[in-house]
């Protein structure tokens, strides 16, 4: 069964200080893409960061970066320097590249809040 | 440019009523996707459409849930004889076709409360 886990529910860290959020996930599909994604109180889901299960680099984009170990089967995401609007519901979410519809499979998230 | 609008942004619905809940993609986007986010969970899909062909229904909850995109770009969605069960946010999101990186964007979502 496809699942997406995120073990913490919660994290708070030092504003300006780097911060790893953990996601692991299941699959027996090849073919797939891993997703993360902030929700701030507002509700609305923002894109963040993309890495394809083919790429052979991590992906970066700005200061975001997804440490991608496949083996593992994780996808954790760093935020470097963190700032207060970073504090935020955090999601990662996977899609199956076979899919036909290509939705999105959701871990539960992480809350961080950023302390100042 | 325009993203993705969802009206209205909160709903309060009695036990019984029906609710129509509207989706204004990204113009000229192909697909669309409803999902259905309980609070302090991730969101969870629903169903999707690509243009005016809703292709994949699997994860309405119930015949209770309908959704339609009769000319490819506003949907509605629609949830008849509302429970309390149904309370939580209902998430649009589009894209402009099925690539491989294709981002879904979400628009902020429909909180519907049912008392």
């Known amino acids: 069964a496809q699942k997406i886990t995120q073990t913490q529910p919660g994290m708070f860290v030092q504003e300006k200080e780097a911060v790893t959020l953990d996601c692991t996930y299941d699959t027996s599909d090849p073919s797939y893409g891993l997703f993360w994604y902030k929700q701030p109180s507002s509700g609305e889901m923002i894109f963040l960061i993309y890495?394809?299960?083919?790429d052979q680099q991590n992906a970066t984009e700005g200061r975001y970066s997804l440490n991608f170990q496949k083996a593992r089967k994780s996808a954790n995401l760093v935020i470097s320097a963190s700032q207060l609007g970073d504090s935020a519901m955090y999601f990662c979410?996977?899609?199956?590249?076979?899919?036909?519809?290509?939705?999105?499979?959701w871990g539960a998230g992480t809350k961080l809040i950023i302390k100042p | 440019g325009a993203g993705v609008s969802q009206s209205p942004r909160y709903k309060v619905a009695k036990r019984g009523q029906d609710v129509a809940l509207r989706c204004d993609p990204i113009s000229g986007h192909v697909s669309l996707f409803w999902y259905q986010q309980a609070l302090g969970q991730g969101p969870e899909f629903l169903t999707y459409f690509q243009n005016e062909a809703q292709l994949d229904k699997s994860g309405l909850p119930s015949d209770r849930f309908f959704a339609e995109r009769p000319e490819g770009s506003v949907s509605t969605l629609k949830i008849q004889r509302t429970q309390q069960e149904d309370s939580a946010v209902y998430l649009c999101a589009s894209s402009w076709g099925q690539g491989r990186a294709n981002e879904q964007f979400f628009g902020p979502g429909t909180r519907l409360t049912v008392l």
């Open positions: 890495q394809g299960s083919y």
């Open positions: 979410a996977m899609r199956h590249q076979s899919d036909s519809n290509y939705q999105l499979i």
